[in-house]
């Protein structure tokens, strides 16, 4: 079970309050400076094939959801966070990040994005636990301001809930954001569920079937699928899953609920699948139940190397790192 509160990370010893107190000054001063952060900065090269990518996603506040397990506030506090982040981002197998524009400019003035790649979100509307949920409205990143900023791709929340009316003009969204970005040859990653309505509540069908469903649907969005990669949950019979696509894949991690040796057996036997390009996972790293974010990003990464032939997980609890 996750703590009561999420424990601060180990790797970063700096308390000062004012530690990022000159991104206030910089947006206040010259608001410029961040598009001129983003086009000074060192491009990285292509996705390959030969090598699963490694993504870290921050994303999740600009949707409301701030909770980490039992933690409401978990990811509140932005300067926090943006320790996290560098302490991920500055580990040498982490390619890039996922992020809404606040976090992504926060970043840009930090420096920390060189030969990065950068996935923007795109749709934030969809608050958590609001009654409009399904009607996920663009709020983030657009196709054009992406390109503007030298991004890999978009990433959007795809919830398809067959009982709520918002879902044909959520489903019309995500067409037309597909057909945006690759119009300018960038990636869209789409990240589908079905979803039901449950006590006034959105949950999302974690089943192999319902997987296997929303990724039927998702992948034929758009007048092309050229661009589009899948960013899916870890789940029973992922086999099957996979076996569902042909688009590049990555994984996604959810808000952890198990421990982390779990988490990260579920996640080597999924990277071993053809059609897995790698990892896109927030707050089971970002936030890991011992605070050890150095650790939990190396654990992560020697899956990523060893994924197709390891016999054994390494430890998310023993490592020091």
Same mark, same amino acid.
């Given at each position: ?16 309050? /004012?530690?990022?107190? #000159?991104?206030?000054?910089? /947006? ?5 400076? !961040? ?24 994303? #999740? ?29 500055? #580990? ?19 420096? !920390? ?126 086999? /099957? ?67 197709? #032939?390891?016999?054994? !997980? ?8």
């Amino acid at each position: 079970m996750a703590p009561d509160s999420v424990p601060a990370p180990n790797s970063q010893a700096n308390d000062d309050p /004012r530690r990022y107190e #000159h991104l206030s000054r910089i /947006r206040l001063e010259d608001p410029g400076a !961040v598009a001129r952060a983003a086009q000074s900065r060192v491009r990285p090269p292509a996705p390959r094939s030969d090598k699963q990518n490694f993504i870290v996603a921050a994303d #999740h506040p600009a949707r409301g959801a701030l909770a980490v397990g039992s933690d409401a506030n978990a990811m509140a506090d932005r300067r926090d966070l943006l320790d996290r982040l560098q302490t991920a981002l500055s #580990h040498p197998a982490v390619d890039g990040v996922l992020a809404s524009p606040d976090i992504l400019d926060d970043l840009l003035l930090l420096g !920390v994005l060189d030969e990065k790649l950068i996935f923007g979100s795109m749709n934030r509307g969809g608050l958590a636990g609001s009654v409009h949920e399904i009607d996920d409205r663009f709020t983030g990143h657009s196709a054009a301001a992406l390109q503007a900023l030298g991004a890999t791709g978009g990433k959007m929340l795809t919830r398809i809930c067959l009982g709520d009316s918002a879902t044909a003009a959520a489903l019309e969204a995500t067409a037309r954001a597909i057909d945006l970005l690759a119009e300018r040859g960038l990636v869209a990653m789409v990240e589908p569920f079905l979803s039901v309505w449950d006590n006034g509540r959105l949950r999302n069908d974690l089943s192999p079937d319902a997987v296997i469903k929303s990724v039927a649907i998702a992948s034929a969005l758009g007048s092309t699928s050229a661009y589009t990669w899948m960013k899916l949950p870890v789940v029973p019979e992922m086999e /099957r899953v996979m076996a569902s696509t042909t688009l590049p894949t990555v994984l996604l991690g959810g808000d952890p609920d198990g421990s982390p040796d779990e988490i990260f057996s579920s996640w080597q036997s999924a990277l071993a699948l053809p059609g897995v390009r790698g990892l896109t996972v927030g707050r089971t790293l970002l936030y890991p139940q011992d605070g050890n974010v150095a650790g939990a990003i190396a654990a992560a990464a020697s899956l990523l190397s060893t994924s197709a #032939h390891a016999n054994t !997980v390494p430890s998310a609890l023993n490592r020091k790192d």
